[in-house]
Structures are given as structure tokens and as C-alpha cells.
């Protein structure tokens, strides 16, 4: 393969060239559910709050703290793929990693079957949480745990609708390292950006 003729460095190549790497939204939906309900477990106020109280809010802030970090470190190591030619040159962490042939990356898609069982499984979790909340709205039951059994309905159809955008409307790359522990990796991008990498 011949060397690459684009620069080391992703903010020397003119913008309109680069295809910057997509991503969903599930770790932003399931951290803001997490972050959430560890506020509820604590929201009452009254001093002092039970052990057990604390202990269960830390528990569900852990996992939205991290959640939230992973999405915001991700972002930040976004992936650019920059036609060079025949070829297409890999940027990762803002510097040139390697150059491949078009051929290398593939795309792929998920199987029908598998986001039948994402969908159903996501659509009734939503249906009940939601069912379930709103019957205990009405009956005037304790407003945080309401409020928590609805939050988790909301989380799991915004779960729901993140999953088809990323289904239906973005393109699904896989593409090889030859660095680090992962042989390959999912970049995402949108079919326009498709259209300039592969036309």
C-alpha cells in the first residue's frame, strides 16, 4: 500500500473532507436515569437521611457517573476517516493511524431478529414502567418511588427510539486496528458521509 499524501494531524486536513465518527445516545439516557434516581433516593431531605438511603443513591450515581464519563471520553477520542485518494486514512485521537483500502472496511448491520428482541423487550419494559407509574400516580402513592418507576418508563423508550435512529439512520463501519486489544471497531456515520468515503 503506498504511503499516505494526507498530513499526520486530523486539524490539517480542510474540514469538508473529514468524516467525523457519530455516536448514539444510549450512555447519556441510562447515566441521566442513574443520576437521576440517585437524587430521588436522597430528595426527601429529612436529616437524617438513613444509611441505606445513602448507600442505594451512591449505588445508582456510580454507574451514571461513569456512564457519563465513558460518553463525554468517547467524544473525545472520536475517530475521522478522510478519503485519501483510493484509499481511506484512520484518524484516532486526532492523529493519522493508519491507511487502509476501501475493501478493509466493512459495514454491517444488525440483524432483524436481534432488534425484534431489543424492540419488544425495550417496548414492554416502557409499557409497564409507564402503566405502572401512571396507576400509582393516581392513587396517590409515594411521589418518589412514582417517580422513579416513570423515569425508568421514559428511560427505556428513549432507550427504544435511540436504538432504531442508530438502526435506520446511521451506517454501521466496521473498521480494523492494529493497535490496542480490539482487532476491530464500530465507527458510526451517516449515509451522506457514506456517500464520500465510498462513492
Known amino acids: ?52 438511603a445513602w448507600a442505594f443513591s451512591a449505588g445508582s450515581a456510580a454507574p451514571g457517573l461513569a456512564l457519563m464519563a465513558y460518553e463525554i ?8 476517516l478522510v478519503r485519501d485518494g483510493g484509499n481511506i486514512a484512520v484518524y484516532r ?12 472496511i466493512t459495514q454491517v448491520k444488525a440483524g432483524l431478529l436481534l432488534m425484534l428482541k431489543v424492540g419488544i423487550g425495550l417496548g414492554a419494559c416502557g409499557a409497564a414502567f409507564t402503566a405502572l407509574g401512571l396507576s ?34 446511521r451506517i454501521h463501519l466496521r473498521v480494523p486496528r492494529e493497535k490496542g486489544w480490539l482487532v476491530e471497531e464500530t465507527v458510526l456515520i451517516t449515509p451522506d458521509q457514506g456517500k464520500e468515503l465510498f462513492p
Open 1 to 52: 500500500m503506498r504511503p499516505s499524501l494526507v498530513p499526520d494531524r486530523i486539524e490539517h486536513v480542510q474540514e469538508h473532507r473529514r468524516v467525523a465518527e457519530t455516536f448514539g445516545f444510549q450512555g447519556w439516557i441510562w447515566g441521566a436515569f442513574f443520576l437521576l434516581t440517585a437524587g430521588l433516593f436522597v430528595l426527601p431531605g429529612k436529616a437524617p437521611l438513613p444509611a441505606a
Open 73 to 80: 471520553w468517547r467524544r473525545r477520542r472520536r475517530v475521522h
Open 93 to 104: 485521537q486526532g492523529r493519522l493511524d493508519q491507511t487502509l483500502a476501501p475493501d478493509a
Open 136 to 169: 400509582e400516580l393516581k392513587g396517590k402513592a409515594d411521589p418518589i418511588g412514582t417517580a422513579m418507576i416513570l423515569s425508568l418508563g421514559c428511560a427505556c423508550w428513549a432507550s427504544l427510539l435511540a436504538a432504531a435512529w442508530t438502526r435506520f439512520f
